[in-house]
């Protein structure tokens, strides 16, 4: 397992951007797989985006799509969320989360390392 650190919340406004940031600790993560996970007060958490740990396949939920961009700089040990047009339906606490699995084994239950997470306000 390795320790992760996610940083780059804050508040925004309607429309604007934020860049997440997850720093990996105690071991090279360039062939983990990688997950943004969010978790808004009195909803489940749920899967946002994720990366493949040796290819460059991602995925991102439908209410994000064509406004995220997931992606990894494994030479930093760090992954990137960065988020446009950002809505008042994004507001969470927004987790990483990374495991050494295949692209098609990514879900909450499969990634065992968890970084604290970083909140994200989106008002006016």
């Known amino acids: 397992q390795v320790q992760l650190v996610e940083s780059g919340g804050g508040l925004v406004q309607p429309g604007g951007s934020l860049t997440l940031s997850c720093v990996a600790a105690g071991n090279a993560v360039n062939h983990y797989a990688i997950g943004w996970f969010r978790q808004a007060p009195g909803k489940e958490r749920e899967g946002v985006s994720c990366i493949a740990g040796t290819h460059d396949n991602t995925d991102y939920i439908d209410s994000v799509k064509d406004r995220f961009t997931i992606s990894r700089d494994n030479a930093q040990n760090t992954s990137y969320l960065q988020m446009n047009s950002l809505k008042p339906t994004d507001p969470a606490v927004y987790y990483c989360?990374?495991?050494?699995?295949?692209?098609?084994?990514?879900?909450?239950?499969?990634?065992?390392?968890w970084g604290q997470g970083t909140q994200v306000t989106v008002s006016p």
């Open positions: 989360a990374a495991d050494p699995i295949d692209f098609d084994e990514i879900d909450p239950e499969s990634l065992r390392s």
